[in-house]
């Protein structure tokens, strides 16, 4: 079964640091892999996609991605934290056959001024 | 022009009551779904039809009914509501999976609707 796993429900980095985001993903085919945001009392919005070909991918904001297939991550990340990027930030994988995504659990990242 | 909107953005109700939260999109997707945030974040997929077709229904209680009277809407039905009914519920919508397309496989959701059952 295809899954996704956040590591951290919260992590806390300074403005103007580098922040990173941990996802791991389980999955027998090769994954389509999605990272989203959600700002307090908002929607989720696409941040990046990976489906096939550059396996980093750049997405919104300055936030980047690489697929690691030999760590089954997909880790989040940007060099320098700015206080507007403090949100929930969910890592998705698609159930190929089943048209649907799976989320992880989230990570609420808070920046510190 | 808002793509995917929800109304009411805010329910409160007491248990035992029915209530129903309205989708639209305007974006010409083929597919649109429910999910459901329960309070520490957890988003689960309740529903997803295409093109009118009910083609994911989760474990969900037969109390939640959805309804897609045309592509560009899909409505959810709560009967006899549950204290653990309280959550946000967003409504979404995509192209078909496995088309291409920079489009292709991407959610777009709505800002969602706050439901609290006391």
């Known amino acids: 079964a295809q899954s996704v796993t956040q590591l951290g429900s919260h992590v806390s980095v300074s403005e103007g640091a580098l922040v990173l985001l941990r996802c791991n993903y389980s999955s027998s085919v090769p994954p389509y892999l999605f990272w989203y945001v959600q700002y307090p009392n908002q929607g989720l919005q696409l941040l990046l996609k990976?489906?096939?070909?550059?396996?980093l991918v750049k997405g919104i904001n300055g936030f980047e991605a690489e697929f690691k297939k030999s760590e089954t991550s997909f880790h989040l990340t940007k060099p320098s934290a700015h206080m507007s990027d403090a949100a929930e930030y969910f890592c998705a994988v698609l159930i190929q056959g089943a048209q649907k995504l799976v989320f992880g659990q989230g990570t609420r990242l808070t920046i510190n001024p | 022009d808002t793509a995917v909107s929800q109304t009411p953005k805010y329910l409160v109700t007491q248990m035992g009551n029915d209530k129903s939260i309205k989708c639209e999109q305007n974006?010409?997707?083929?597919?649109m779904y429910w999910y459901k945030q329960d309070s520490k974040k957890f988003l689960k997929i309740m529903f997803s039809y295409n093109n009118k077709e009910l083609i994911i229904n989760e474990t969900v209680p037969n109390r939640f009914s959805p309804k897609s009277p045309d592509k560009a809407h899909l409505n959810l039905h709560i009967n006899s509501l549950e204290l653990g009914d309280s959550a946000v519920y967003f409504c979404?919508?995509?192209?078909?999976f496995g088309q291409g397309g920079s489009g292709a496989n991407v959610l777009t959701f709505g800002a969602g609707s706050r439901l609290t059952v006391l």
């Open positions: 974006l010409g997707h083929d597919t």
């Open positions: 979404a919508s995509s192209q078909v």
């Open positions: 990976y489906t096939t070909g550059a396996t």
